[in-house]
């Protein structure tokens, strides 16, 4: 009996027989983007940037609710039994990810719309003035504001945190199985938000500002990375070879290329010639870290569904 759960646990987890597809990693990345995009917005919003009509902030909410929403669309396109996604709702349990994710995802709609109402473009108040005298009556409680910003950051941390919790939760895949995952995906949900919203900036002032604030999360990621190899690599032999993924096997090329040196030092580079005025400002950098962002997310599902515990674990041989 014994011999044939380990069987099947084995045939379960073999990374030939199941490989998610696009889905997740598209999730991942959308959710990471949005909850980076939330922190900035909730920032700008508590430091009184709203007082500015150029503030990215009354632009980020539109951005964050169309990113979500593909984000979660993605998701249910993931799921097996999408009729029953209702009992996520209906079935909360404190021990599961996915019924906290469910629910924080809930609340983050709300938050952007919210985000939205503060100031409306000019051309839909025109249309409808009640929404407009409604966003202006908004805008000047002041109480309201700094309740919004604080709100935003903080369904923001969660957000951001919770995409890597997901994968953590995932004791069987070692790859995964790091409690620094989701301060990367943190840092790496961060440093693609202060990229798009560098893109969509319209103040020359906050651009540059973003560029900077992009830089610290890149190097914050790298670091981040060095310290889960360090901590992998210092591991029992699951962890090794967990490491060995993106050290001497299948991802290495593809991490290390596209991740590291496109998508963190090179942009790095960019920005700080920019930051510096060696350079002007340029969309490269950003585009660049977008993409190494989206990327990591494929390489770490991927990654860890390669990573497994041995039978040899199970059985004692």
Request: contains cysteine.
């Amino acid at each position: 009996m014994n011999e044939l759960v380990i069987t099947r646990h084995n045939e379960m987890i073999d990374p030939h027989l199941s490989i998610w597809g696009w889905e997740i990693p598209v999730y991942l990345f959308l959710g990471g983007l949005v909850a980076g995009m939330m922190i900035i917005s909730g920032y700008f919003i508590l430091t009184g940037r709203t007082k500015n009509t150029l503030c990215s902030c009354f632009r980020i909410p539109v951005i964050g609710i169309v990113a979500i929403s593909l984000g979660m669309f993605a998701l249910f396109l993931d799921l097996e039994h999408k009729l029953y996604v209702w009992n996520l709702y209906i079935n909360f349990k404190w021990q599961s990810p996915m019924s906290w994710g469910a629910w924080i995802l809930i609340f983050i709609y709300p938050i952007l719309i919210l985000g939205i109402l503060i100031r409306i473009p000019d051309e839909i108040g025109q249309r409808f003035p009640k929404l407009l005298d409604l966003s202006n009556k908004l805008r000047n409680k002041q109480q309201f504001v700094k309740l919004l910003g604080a709100l935003s950051m903080i369904f923001g941390g969660l957000l951001g945190a919770y995409t890597a919790v997901l994968l953590s939760a995932f004791s069987a895949r070692p790859a995964w199985n790091s409690p620094m995952l989701w301060t990367l995906f943190l840092a790496s949900g961060l440093s693609s938000a202060a990229a798009l919203v560098h893109l969509i900036g319209k103040d020359p002032a906050e651009r540059h500002m973003l560029a900077k604030a992009d830089n610290g999360f890149l190097i914050a990621e790298l670091i981040i990375i060095i310290l889960m190899i360090i901590g992998f690599v210092s591991s029992s032999k699951v962890h090794i070879d967990a490491a060995r993924l993106i050290l001497s096997g299948p991802f290495t090329a593809v991490f290390w290329v596209f991740v590291v040196f496109i998508g963190i030092i090179i942009p790095f580079i960019i920005q700080i010639l920019s930051v510096n005025n060696k350079i002007p400002h340029t969309n490269v950098a950003p585009i660049l870290v977008m993409i190494g962002g989206l990327i990591l997310r494929f390489i770490v599902v991927y990654a860890g569904q390669y990573s497994h515990w041995s039978r040899n674990v199970f059985t004692g041989y």
